[in-house]
């Protein structure tokens, strides 16, 4: 069982900081591409960002030069450090990952956390 773990969202002001960690545990044989994505209010879950295994970074539009996607692989971890928020910003942003459970070269599924929201108001 592959289990991913959020933490790190909170209520933050208008231009301020937040920074989301996220950690991939349980039978894993290696991990593709790793990522955030969000649920806004009223609105579809999107793409914030997301990061192959030898760290290649995809951001949608309205993140790039704000937000920086990491990650660390032999800890099994994925973060977004998160600057200059907007209220646009407010949601619950979930960690997904590609995991292969059996073998690093074999079928990768998608695992998804719980989420944690992100508030940004004043």
């Known amino acids: 069982q592959v289990q991913l773990v959020e933490s790190g969202g909170g209520l933050v002001q208008p231009g301020g900081s937040l920074r989301l960690s996220c950690a991939a545990s349980?039978?894993?044989?290696?991990?593709?591409?790793m990522g955030w994505y969000r649920q806004g209010p009223g609105k579809e879950r999107e793409l914030v960002a997301t990061?192959?295994?030898?760290?290649?970074?995809n951001y949608a539009d309205s993140e790039k030069g704000r937000f920086t996607i990491s990650r660390d692989n032999a800890k099994n971890m994925v973060a977004l450090q998160m600057n200059s928020l907007e209220p646009e910003d407010t949601g619950v942003y979930y960690c997904?990952?590609?995991?292969?459970?059996?073998?690093?070269?074999?079928?990768?599924?998608?695992?998804w956390g719980r989420g944690t929201l992100v508030t940004v108001s004043s």
């Open positions: 997904h990952a590609e995991v292969r459970v059996t073998a690093w070269y074999g079928r990768a599924s998608d695992y």
């Open positions: 349980g039978t894993i044989a290696s991990i593709n591409a």
């Open positions: 990061i192959t295994s030898v760290g290649s970074a």
